[in-house]
């Protein structure tokens, strides 16, 4: 079974502050982990993955990713928010090797203040 | 390049109606997915299908949602007898395979009246 957990419904910080949405999992199996980003009225587009490669995972518009197997979390952080990263951020786990079925968090909305 | 496409991007039909909503993936993607999306929540998944293996149907809420996908490409997802619980975003993934990133499309936004 998997489960994923993402502790803030909403975050809100200043334009230019670092950012941090939280996401813990539950796999019985070695996970691979993603983060999704969705703009309004848009689907999602691919943040970064992890796949038991690097721990410290680097996405596209600045963000990033540690995977800590011990806290079995995977929090995204950015240094310097920009208006433009205001957005809902999906965090999702599936099993290496087994079920096909992502299982997505219940999603973090990003608000960015000017 | 070529994304996944779905069609139509918004959809208003009276409750009882049938839906028909149609997902495009990219081309070589063995794997398409479909999730409901409401107002202010998460994914939820509908239904999965990988290549020629019988489609994993365990997300369907009822017998009233139905899916299918011809030739391993394009999928249609039918909603019979609409009720205006089923008013959501439906959205659409594909993917080369198990574990691999999805990429979706922008979604149906469904309204039943």
């Known amino acids: 079974a998997q489960s994923v957990t993402q502790l803030d419904s909403h975050v809100s910080v200043s334009e230019g502050t670092p950012v941090l949405l939280r996401c813990n999992y539950s796999?019985?199996?070695?996970?691979?982990l993603f983060w999704y980003v969705q703009h309004p009225n848009k689907g999602l587009q691919l943040l970064l993955k992890?796949?038991?490669?690097?721990?410290l995972v680097k996405g596209i518009n600045g963000f990033e990713a540690e995977f800590k197997k011990s806290e079995t979390s995977f929090h995204l952080t950015k240094p310097s928010a920009h208006m433009s990263d205001a957005a809902e951020y999906f965090c999702?786990?599936?099993?290496?090797?087994?079920?096909?079925?992502?299982?997505f968090g219940r999603g973090t909305s990003l608000i960015v203040h000017p | 390049g070529a994304g996944v496409s779905q069609s139509p991007s918004n959809k208003v039909t009276e409750k009882g109606k049938d839906v028909e909503l149609r997902c495009d993936p990219i081309?070589?993607?063995?794997?398409l997915y479909w999730y409901r999306q409401s107002l202010g929540q998460g994914l939820e998944f509908l239904i999965y299908?990988?290549?020629?293996?019988?489609?994993?149907k365990s997300g369907l809420p009822s017998d009233r949602f139905s899916a299918e996908r011809t030739g391993g490409s394009v999928s249609t997802l039918t909603i019979q007898r609409t009720q205006q619980e089923d008013s959501a975003v439906y959205l659409c993934?594909?993917?080369?395979?198990?574990?691999?990133?999805?990429?979706f499309g922008d979604g149906t936004r469904l309204s039943i009246l």
């Open positions: 999702v786990v599936s099993r290496t090797g087994g079920s096909y079925i992502p299982t």
């Open positions: 796999s019985s199996y070695s996970p691979s």
């Open positions: 992890y796949t038991s490669a690097a721990t």
């Open positions: 081309s070589g993607h063995t794997a």
């Open positions: 299908f990988q290549g020629n293996s019988a489609p994993d």
């Open positions: 993934a594909s993917n080369v395979g198990v574990n691999q990133p999805q990429h």
